[in-house]
């Protein structure tokens, strides 16, 4: 098994009949690709109209970006407020690129970044609206193979537990880390499944098959929504 009783996202939803296969499998943290270059990108106004007819299923809503202006995630948020306002309640900004840790502080609202090595976080870490750090699986992967460096993430990692309460997410393709049982050390709070090529029959055209044996595999493994306990 990979992890129990953690929170579990599915990142990279672009259709409805995504979200509801994910309710009714009890998944209820989405999150949804808008950085342009992604494989998983999603037009704002498909996102408003998915969110319109969704959200209130939602727990939670994670809006992933990497390196776009101000102007545009305030664009999105207000559309967002006029057309779901119930959803806005409920996002959380992911952030993946290092240049947005500026960002995130002009912003001021919730979020998540991504762990990039050398990036000083301490400022962010420190604020009401600083969430949590995602890593990606093959990155911790990666520290894992060398002792020093995974020395370093650790002590990275007791760092922001010292300085506060992080919430630690794993981000992944798979459900077979190379190293398992280092992951499951680290206390992750919650793993976020970023839905890629494997998940499609055709570009744009989802093998709904494979996402709902994935999502048995994570009701065996006690991962789904029932087993939660919220933070």
């Avoid at 990279?12 to 499998?25: A, F, P």
């Amino acid at each position: 098994m990979l992890m129990k009783k953690k929170q579990t996202c599915v990142c990279g939803i672009y259709n409805s009949q995504t979200l509801k296969i994910l309710i009714e499998n009890n998944i209820r943290r989405w999150g949804f690709d808008l950085r342009p270059k992604s494989f998983q990108f999603l037009p704002t106004y498909q996102l408003v109209d998915l969110l319109q007819q969704f959200s209130y299923h939602a727990d939670c809503i994670y809006l992933r970006f990497s390196g776009e202006k101000k102007i545009v995630i305030e664009k999105i948020l207000q559309d967002l407020a006029t057309a779901a306002p119930s959803a806005k309640e409920k996002v959380i900004l992911w952030f993946s690129h290092p240049e947005d840790l500026d960002l995130a502080q002009e912003l001021k609202w919730p979020c998540l970044f991504s762990f990039f090595e050398g990036v000083d976080y301490r400022v962010l870490v420190e604020t009401d609206f600083f969430k949590g750090m995602i890593f990606e699986g093959a990155l911790i992967e990666d520290f894992f193979r060398d002792d020093d460096s995974k020395n370093q993430l650790l002590q990275f990692l007791f760092e922001l537990q010292r300085t506060k309460d992080t919430k630690f997410i794993l981000e992944h393709q798979n459900f077979a880390p190379a190293f398992q049982s280092e992951l499951e050390q680290l206390s992750w709070a919650e793993q976020i499944l970023t839905m890629d090529a494997s998940f499609e029959l055709s570009y744009r055209k989802m093998n709904f098959d494979h996402l709902q044996n994935v999502l048995v595999q994570i009701k065996k493994q006690g991962l789904s929504h029932a087993h939660f306990a919220f933070q």
